[in-house]
């Protein structure tokens, strides 16, 4: 139940495809696999920790890296490189890592004090990978077995770290090709961080499973992304809604640029009206939105160029299950609004040493006409399924923001606002943003006999959190509205 064994298989049938090209070069399949032992062996030399941190660019690297954590019998904790340090070390120290993949020149960009100290690094610039690597015999793994640990924010302002198996894994890989048609024949465009979910399935795992030619770039640059399109021709293009917004703003970019998609995909957050409508009339090309949370790993719906609607996320991978359903606790029916719950082979072992958030999301749900339940997974979005089978997402249960296609809770950012001095208290809610699908807009109190420093007080946030996490926008306001036991009520706020 595990992907190591038939990406093994793939690259060893015709090891001298092209597979992957970066910024730095091409990657034969052999190459990669051949990496992989390399970094095999270097993880059981240097590290004792069950769990090792990879922290790298859209390249491919990270793929290398990954099966490497797997060949050495090891679980891999993708890093969040855009986290600052306090968030970062967080995450280091509540996932039991003691080593590190990276490479020099990220530790270069980002400073390599950012990492503590009781750290190993493995650095893969610096690793030789010439000769022959050794040829260890990689583990057999079980369904349950834990295969990578990605953190995701969480409602207490702390990371929480979603446990996602191998079974979990190769259940995604495998729906998320039977779905969408995808063969070796298909080519990918990979952009989207590989520390994200659907950074790890649909652009990594996914060409690696099928042997699909995949070229990733560590940034997104509009022009460039043009130019990689006409030179690599890949039809299939997964990313966030700004990155449309994004690739828009090349105002010499035609249609002919473009004509080799022929799945471009839109997730991490609701795709804009004037973005679809606009990519559309401009390219002749339409954005296919999907769905997932890292959770469900993460794929979940998908629309395909033979099965879509507009404003949809398409129709649930095979094994997903999709019910809809009120605060009651009752199933509802086609075309009702209500919370999305999820079930199937995909969904999370759980949160890593958080049973007790675990038990919120995790439940067993009885479908109709069925004399068992099942594991299901509260998603808390709202959402509708038509009578055809498509789901709609119609709102958001949680208040989770989504900025740029990453999940940011308002509390996060609130517990750093109140550390100001001047700040008394505050909330944060989402503001529509054409770029960034949301931006967070801060309301403050204000202590007594303080000053009100919208500049200084943005000038705080820079320094203590991510900086897409800033507030567009601090407000000063005389009281924040509040429910009868003192509780700040986000939802009485307005950014109109």
Request: aromatic fraction near 8%.
């Amino acid at each position: 139940m595990s992907l190591l064994w038939p990406i093994i298989r793939r690259c060893l049938a015709s090891p001298t495809a092209e597979l992957i090209v970066d910024d730095n070069g091409t990657y034969s399949r052999m190459k990669v696999l051949a990496g992989a032992f390399y970094m095999a062996e270097q993880i059981t030399k240097t590290t004792s920790a069950k769990h090792v941190g990879v922290m790298l660019p859209t390249s491919g690297a990270f793929p290398v890296a990954l099966l490497g954590c797997w060949i050495a019998g090891r679980v891999a904790v993708p890093l969040n490189y855009l986290l600052n340090r306090d968030e970062l070390g967080f995450v280091i120290d509540d996932s039991d890592i003691d080593t590190i993949i990276t490479a020099g020149r990220m530790l270069e960009f980002l400073g390599e004090d950012l990492i503590p100290p009781r750290i190993h690094l493995i650095k893969m610039d610096e690793v030789d990978f010439t000769g022959m690597p050794s040829l260890r015999w990689p583990p057999i793994y079980r369904r349950d077995d834990l295969a990578v640990l990605i953190y995701t924010s969480g409602t207490s302002g702390r990371p929480k770290g979603v446990m996602l198996s191998h079974g979990n894994l190769h259940a995604n890989v495998r729906a998320s090709v039977q779905h969408a048609r995808i063969t070796a024949t298909n080519g990918f465009l990979g952009i989207l961080p590989q520390f994200h979910s659907f950074g790890i399935t649909v652009l990594t795992l996914i060409p690696l499973y099928v042997g699909a030619k995949v070229t990733y770039t560590a940034r997104f640059l509009p022009k460039k992304i043009f130019q990689l399109i006409k030179r690599h021709q890949p039809d299939i293009f997964i990313g966030v809604p700004s990155m449309y917004g994004g690739l828009l703003s090349v105002k010499d970019a035609t249609p002919e640029d473009v004509a080799s998609l022929k799945l471009p995909v839109s997730g991490g957050e609701p795709l804009p009206d004037a973005v679809f409508e606009a990519f559309q009339e401009r390219f002749n090309i339409k954005i296919l939105e999907g769905y997932g949370l890292t959770e469900t790993s993460p794929a979940t719906h998908w629309s395909t160029a033979h099965a879509n609607k507009r404003h949809s996320v398409g129709k649930a991978l095979p094994g997903v299950r999709t019910f809809i359903m009120d605060e009651s606790g009752n199933l509802l029916g086609p075309d009702q609004d209500g919370e999305v719950i999820l079930a199937g082979p995909n969904v999370m072992l759980g949160y890593y040493k958080r049973p007790d958030l675990t038990q919120q999301v995790i439940f067993p749900v009885t479908p109709p006409g069925a004399d068992r339940p099942v594991r299901a997974f509260r998603t808390g979005d709202i959402g509708r399924v038509d009578e055809d089978g498509f789901l709609y997402i119609t709102g958001r249960k949680k208040e989770m923001l989504i900025i740029g296609g990453e999940n940011v809770f308002p509390r996060e950012i609130e517990e750093v606002l109140n550390r100001h001095p001047d700040v008394k208290a505050s909330a944060v809610i989402g503001k529509s943003d054409g770029v960034r699908g949301e931006v967070p807009v801060a309301f403050v109190e204000i202590h007594e006999d303080h000053g009100f420093d919208e500049a200084a007080i943005r000038g705080f946030l820079r320094e203590q959190i991510a900086s897409f996490k800033v507030p567009r926008e601090v407000r000063r306001v005389d009281e924040l509205p509040r429910n009868p036991t003192g509780k700040i009520l986000r939802r009485q706020l307005s950014v109109d």
